[in-house]
Structure formats: C-alpha cells, structure tokens
C-alpha cells in the first residue's frame, strides 16, 4: 500500500476521529494525542480496512481502547505516587530512614539480580502496560510476558522474603 493512499485516508478521516476523541477528553492537547495514537495503532491493520464500510467504527474502537487504556495506566500512577507519598510522610514521622535506606537497597538489589528478560517484562508491567502492549514491545509472545513476570515476582519474593512478614 502506498503512503500516499494511507496519507490522504487519514487526512479525510481526521476530523471525525478529533469529533469522536471530544467524546473521551475536553483538552484539546489531549484529543490531539488520541486521535494521533490512534492512527499510529491502526497502521499495523490499516490495509485490511481501507475499503471495508466499517472503518470507523474500527477506529473508534481503537480511540476508546487506547483511551481507556492510558486513563488506566495513568490513575495507576497517580494511585501509587499518592500511596508513596503517603507512605513517605509517615516514615518521616515515625520511621527509621536508615532502616528505610536498608530496604530501598534491598530492594534494588533484587532488581539487579533479576535477569534483563524478566526485569524488563517486569518494569513495564509496573508501568502499567498490558501484557500485549508488553509483547508487542519486546516482540515476544504475550505467554512468554506473562511467565517472564510471573517468575520476576517469585524471584522478587524469594530474595525480599526477610520483609514479608514485617509489611503490614
């Protein structure tokens, strides 16, 4: 398929994706940012729908599986900066800071003996990616992501066993 076709497509279709991306921001800047992730992500399937009559409601929902999928990621964040503040004025209350440097380094250290596979799989995980966002990035099969994590976590847990049973 030529670029120019998927260029023009795109061209014609960009006013109906901002309209249909005003349904899921009111930020211009992040309608904009939506409706571009969304023509990135149609690009892998672009040429199997150029002439279908559904294209639209093909990238709609693309639109609102993106959107859905960094609001999301993004309260995940915001929910956990929240809890590591939280978690950080309380121990300048009444913790240790040198116990808490002891555990920072514990815990960094395990990171540091997990293999690049498993620690890559498993920092994006963290991230708040999906596992087939996970895959697609790395190009490995979304069953190898989910075992690359799944064995970070035992190897994590085994290493930080000591903590387990002062937390909480």
Not at 127 to 137: C, D, H, P, S
């Amino acid at each position: 398929m030529e670029n120019t076709t998927i260029n023009q497509l795109f061209k014609e279709k960009r006013p109906t994706l901002k309209y249909l991306a005003a349904q899921f921001t009111n930020d211009p800047d992040e309608r904009e940012d939506l409706v571009q992730e969304t023509m990135v992500r149609s690009l892998s399937s672009i040429e199997k729908f150029l002439k279908h009559p559904k294209l639209m409601s093909w990238l709609y929902i693309i639109m609102k599986n993106t959107y859905i999928n960094q609001y999301t990621r993004n309260k995940r964040l915001e929910n956990y900066r929240h809890e590591y503040a939280h978690t950080n004025n309380m121990n300048d209350v009444t913790g240790n800071r040198g116990e808490n440097n002891f555990v920072a380094a514990d815990i960094q250290q395990a990171l540091n003996n997990l293999s690049n596979d498993y620690y890559n799989a498993f920092a994006m995980f963290l991230e708040g990616f999906k596992y087939y966002e996970i895959a697609e990035q790395l190009q490995i099969p979304e069953g190898t992501v989910k075992t690359r994590i799944h064995m970070a976590r035992k190897s994590l847990q085994k290493q930080l066993k000591t903590y387990s049973k002062s937390i909480y």
